[in-house]
């Protein structure tokens, strides 16, 4: 952050335009939605042209757009939504002005050094940050350790116990958390005790101590204990609905993840996107896959606006490209959402045929 735009932020004069977005758990495209809209840039073309030319051709004037919380956005805790926060929105806004148009971008990042080496810009430090010596006096290292590899920020105590390997109880990981200055516990209907960091930065550099091979193992040990409880109580639901998809993610086995349809409708549609990015950002995605068909729907800027219609484009999409069998499934577990529901189709799938076929 730099001295004008924190002085800005903090009031001592006033800009002729100030958007302030708290990007926690925000998937980049809803960033960049609400940097459009919050700029008077938001237009139905937008959907067409995409960020950059929605910047160039409609927004006018001088901006200060703030970027809250870059460090937590995204769905998972794996997710490459801050760092596509970065390169695709608040880079876009610097290079892509319009006439008449000037812009000043301002992230709030957890570890200001690090987002500074690696996206450039200054750095005004903000009181307040836990030191890194706090980290490791504060208890059982491996219980910790179990919190911060999770891909939910907060986790039911329940499931905490479960990903600790079934090693501590949870009356015991309880009393825990409620005497850890680290962590924070808060009482939710449903789902008991749920326990998460009071900071995110703490879990990240938790997430980064843990050698590379126990943090794979860590994650195909929760994908098979999901795998194996078909009858999960709600706070395990719960925490499959919103972090199952990035456990597979991290160890490069969403593709494979999602060839099981039974657990592909149980997981929010919203996490699988990003789980999606995390995946195959920068990896070509294997085809003929279920990934393929998340491709092109995603290039084909297609989001679903509930977890039925999700399943409804699903289906079409499966249905399209041949595969009823799994078409059928996706109708089997979750037809009781499902708004609609494609019979018949006579279309070519995307990527089907390219030019090279054609020729």
């Known amino acids: 952050m730099d001295e004008l735009s924190a002085r800005a932020v903090e009031g001592e004069f006033e800009v002729p335009g100030l958007v302030v977005i708290d990007c926690a758990g925000l998937l980049a495209e809803e960033v960049a939605e609400r940097v459009a809209e919050g700029t008077g840039a938001a237009a139905p073309e937008r959907f067409d042209d995409g960020f950059h030319e929605v910047l160039r051709r409609r927004m006018r004037g001088e901006w200060l757009v703030v970027l809250l919380n870059v460090g937590l956005a995204g769905r998972v805790r794996c997710s490459v939504a801050p760092r596509r926060i970065a390169w695709q929105v608040a880079a876009s806004l610097a290079r892509f002005r319009g006439p008449g148009m000037t812009c000043r971008v301002v992230a709030h990042v957890a570890d200001a050094g690090a987002a500074a080496a690696e996206w450039g ?8 940050a836990v030191a890194p010596g706090e980290v490791a006096s504060q208890g059982p290292g491996s219980w910790l350790s179990c919190l911060a590899l999770a891909e939910s920020s907060m986790v039911p105590v329940e499931v905490w116990a479960a990903l600790c390997g079934g090693d501590v109880g949870g009356e015991e990981l309880s009393r825990f958390a409620e005497g850890a200055p680290l962590l924070e516990v808060v009482e939710r209907p449903g789902l008991g005790l749920v326990v998460g960091f009071v900071s995110e930065a703490v879990a990240r550099r938790m997430r980064a101590a843990v050698p590379e091979g126990e943090a794979a193992a860590f994650h195909r040990a929760v994908l098979e204990l999901f795998a194996r409880d078909a009858s999960a109580s709600e706070a395990f639901a719960w925490y499959g609905r919103r972090a199952l998809a990035g456990h597979a993610a991290v160890v490069g086995e969403l593709d494979a993840f999602l060839s099981d349809t039974a657990v592909l409708v149980r997981v929010d549609h919203d996490v699988l996107w990003d789980a999606f990015e995390r995946a195959f950002s920068g990896v070509l995605v294997p085809r003929g896959g ?11 800027s297609v989001w679903p606006g509930s977890r039925g219609e999700w399943l409804s484009l699903l ?3 499966l249905l399209v490209r041949g595969d009823r069998a799994a078409a059928e499934e996706i109708e089997r577990h979750g037809g009781e959402v499902m708004p609609w529901r494609t019979t018949w189709a006579h279309v070519v799938a995307p990527g089907d045929f390219s030019t090279w076929s054609l020729v």
């Open 121 to 128: 810009g200054d750095v005004r430090t903000v009181e307040g």
């Open 290 to 300: 279920r990934a393929e068909v998340l491709y092109y729907l995603a290039e084909r």
């Open 315 to 317: 289906h079409h999409a």
